[in-house]
Nanobody
Framework: QVQLVQSGGGLVQAGGSLRLSCAAS????????LGWVRQAPGKQRDVVAT???????NYADSVKGRFTISRDNTKNTVYLQMNSLKPEDTAVYYC???????????WGQGTQVTVSS
């Protein structure tokens, strides 16, 4: 079992920045990748960024150059630094953890990010 607790988020004007954090606990040695997924009202969940246990990162085209995913293994925490935010980035953001040799995915509680124009 993996537990994910998110922090950060909130309301920001377009062009501003926010940082999301997600602290993992439990069977952290089983985590193959951590990531961030977002869901806007009436839309499906979309992957924003992922980082593997080896440190490889991937980003959605819509956030490349603006968002940065990173992890601090000493704190078992993954971050999403979001710069140059746009109104279309408004969504509930979820932290996710994928598990080695498993189809299981664990989720954080979600946090609202609202970007005003």
């Amino acid at each position: 079992q993996v537990q994910l607790v998110q922090s950060g988020g909130g309301l920001v004007q377009a062009g501003g920045s926010l940082r999301l954090s997600c602290a993992a606990s439990g069977s952290i040695f089983s985590i193959s990748a951590l990531g961030w997924v977002r869901q806007a009202p009436g839309k499906q969940r979309d992957v924003v960024a992922t980082i593997t246990s080896g440190g490889n990162t991937n980003y959605a085209d819509s956030v490349k150059g603006r968002f940065t995913i990173s992890r601090d293994n000493t704190k078992n925490t993954v971050y999403l630094q979001m710069n140059s935010l746009k109104p279309e980035d408004t969504a509930v953001y979820y932290c996710s953890a994928e598990i080695f040799n498993s189809d299981d995915t664990y989720w954080g509680q979600g946090t609202q990010v609202t970007v005003s124009s």
